[in-house]
Structures are given as structure tokens and as C-alpha cells.
């Protein structure tokens, strides 16, 4: 509790002198055709996710080794992945401050996915989805490095509206905590309990602040680090020799269940611009809470409507294992969820 507490409250400290630096430097997220807010908007808010974290598991390190005279182990793999999550925070800060062509993004975060394979770290079992089971090391790593990339830009395309990329990402980050709790890996849970501790803090200003006073979002800065620390815990929790080889359909469905929405809805808009002959990443108004505001509801109210769908989703797969249902029939039911939501959601804006 006290590495997340003073993660709060250092955001909470910090944040107010970053929404005064980015008016003094003009650092702004600007309105375009994707994009809800109509005025110019402070955008460095996720500046602090990354150095806030950091302080939260140093201190949470000091206090577990507190008392005692054991040497906290380091692997050539941890220095690896803090070196990714280094890429993709300084790609995203840069991106933020100057601007960034979206081919050397994608680029600076492959490189950082391929950290992962190359820590061992990746999806090696199915465990039954799509008829599979164990995977070749040919087959798992470009799955691995594909999943990644798809969550990290997931994360980062989902925020759109306040408060929606946080909030998902608070539910995620605890849920890990708690499961890495069950199985008695202190190290992820200070993880994710330091960035969850980070994101409350950011949430304050950036769904009670006040436009022109202390407002401000998170940019790629934030988002892309959110994306590639859950795509790391994602991973982490499903792979094969974590757990009972028993029980891996429930991690490997536990961390699907945990980024499905983010993922189908990016997957969605991407091949719908595709089969359009438009550019992938093209700027519009077609993500989930964009046509959930299309029905006439408010930016907050299609916040709470994404978060009781994601919370409904969660719940229904979690009835649905536990009642033996097949690792399939469970997915698939998630999809025609998300679809029969979307399709009922456009035909009522269509009336409005």
C-alpha cells in the first residue's frame, strides 16, 4: 500500500507543474477529425507514468528487503525489458514534443516487442484456441511480437475521450495485481500497483480538471507505456510453466478477457479503413466511444457505458470457464457481444 500511495501522491504533486509547462512551451494535443475535444489541450500528462513507477518499486524493493539480508536478483531479461519500455517511452515522448511519422513509431516499437521472445517471454501454448496447442518457436515469436504491437497500440488508439484509456488500465493493472499476488510474484504486483497508483493520480486531472486551468491527457507518452507494461503482464501471466499446465486455457482466457476490448475494437476500425481503401491509421470517428456519442449520450456517460461492457465481458467469460465451456465458444461469444453492441449502437445513432 505505501509504494501505491506515494505514487498517487506524487502524481498529484507533479502533474499541476506539467499542465503550466506545456502552456508555457505550448505543448498541446490539437483537434483533428479523430479526436473529441475541440480546443487545444495539454498533452504531457503521461510523462510522469514511467519515473513514478519507477519510485513506487524502488521503494517497494527497499521495504520488502527491509530487515532482511537478502540481495534482490537482476537478469540480463529485466535490463532488457526496462530498456524496451525506455524505447517506447522516450518514441512516445518525442512523438508528444516534435511530432513522429507513424512508419518510425511502428518501427521503434518492434524493436522494443522483440525484447520479449529474446527474454523468453511469449505465447508458446494456446491451449485449445483456434484448435492449437503448443507452438513452434517459428510460429510463437512473430504471434508474440504481433500480440504486443496490437495491444500497445490498442491502448494508445482507445484514447479518445476522458478518463477511457485510465480507467480500462486501472481495472487491467489491478486485476494483475491480484493475480500475481495469488501466485506470490511480489515484482509484478509492485508493477502494477506503482502504475495503477501513477494513472489515479492522472485521472484526477484529466476527468475533473478544468479546461484552461489544470486539464490535461496522457499522449503517446503515457499510452504507449500503459500499452507495453499490460502487453508485459499480459504475456507474463499466460505463458506455459507459470502455472499448472492444467489451468492454462484460464490465464491465457484471463488475459485475453483483460485487453479484449481495446484489441477488437482497434483490430475493427483498422480492417474496416483497409477494406475502405483507406490508410490503416487514418484519423476518423469510428473507435467505440466515438459511436457511442454518435447515439446522443455525453463523453462521460460513454465512459461509463465502455467500462460496464468491459466489466460484463469480464464476469460473463469468467461464468462461462468456470462452467466448463470450451476456450472457443467463449471468444466467440465475446465477438458477437462486441458486434451485436456496435451494430445496435450505430443503428440508434443513425435515428438521432
Request: proline share 3%; aromatic share 12%; hydrophobic share 55%.
Amino acid at each position: 500500500m505505501i509504494p501505491f500511495t506515494i505514487c498517487i501522491a506524487i502524481a498529484l504533486a507533479v502533474i499541476p507543474f506539467i499542465v503550466r509547462m506545456c502552456y508555457k512551451h505550448e505543448l498541446y494535443d490539437m483537434p483533428n477529425s479523430r479526436k473529441i475535444h475541440k480546443i487545444a489541450i495539454p498533452r504531457l500528462g503521461g510523462i510522469i507514468f514511467m519515473p513514478v513507477t519507477a519510485i513506487g518499486m524502488l521503494v517497494g524493493l527497499l521495504l520488502m528487503n527491509k530487515g532482511h539480508n537478502e540481495e534482490v536478483e537482476f537478469y540480463l531479461s529485466s535490463f532488457l525489458m526496462i530498456v524496451g519500455a525506455m524505447l517506447i517511452y522516450i518514441i512516445g515522448l518525442i512523438d508528444d514534443i516534435k511530432g513522429l511519422k507513424a512508419s518510425h513509431k511502428f518501427l521503434i516499437q518492434t524493436i522494443a516487442a522483440l525484447i520479449f521472445p529474446l527474454c523468453n517471454l511469449m505465447i508458446n501454448n494456446l491451449h485449445g484456441l483456434f484448435g492449437l496447442y503448443e507452438l513452434p518457436l517459428w510460429a510463437s515469436y512473430p504471434l508474440t511480437v504481433f500480440v504486443i504491437l496490437l495491444i500497445v497500440n490498442a491502448m494508445n488508439l482507445i484514447d479518445g475521450i476522458d478518463g477511457l484509456s485510465s480507467s480500462l488500465s486501472i481495472i487491467m493493472l489491478l486485476v494483475f495485481a491480484f493475480l500475481f499476488h495469488q501466485l506470490n510474484a511480489p515484482l509484478f504486483v509492485l508493477l502494477s500497483v506503482s502504475l495503477t497508483g501513477a494513472l489515479i493520480g492522472f485521472f484526477y486531472y484529466n476527468y475533473y480538471g478544468r479546461i484552461g486551468k489544470n486539464k490535461i491527457f496522457m499522449g503517446d507518452t503515457g499510452s504507449l507505456f500503459i500499452g507495453f507494461v499490460i502487453a508485459y503482464l499480459a504475456i507474463k501471466y499466460q505463458m506455459k510453466g507459470w502455472v499448472n499446465i492444467t489451468n492454462g486455457d484460464a490465464t491465457l482466457l484471463t488475459s485475453i478477457t483483460l485487453v479484449f476490448i481495446p484489441c477488437i475494437d482497434v483490430t475493427r476500425v483498422a480492417l474496416t479503413r483497409l477494406f475502405k481503401g483507406k490508410k490503416m491509421f487514418a484519423p476518423d470517428q469510428t473507435h467505440i466511444h466515438h459511436i457511442i456519442m454518435q447515439m446522443g449520450l455525453t463523453m462521460h456517460h460513454a465512459l461509463y457505458t465502455i467500462i460496464i461492457l468491459y466489466i460484463v465481458i469480464g464476469i460473463l467469460n469468467w461464468g462461462l470457464y468456470v462452467s466448463n465451456v470450451n476456450i472457443n465458444w467463449i471468444f466467440l461469444t465475446d465477438i458477437l457481444i462486441y458486434f451485436t453492441f456496435i451494430w445496435s449502437a450505430k443503428k440508434i445513432g443513425e435515428t438521432k
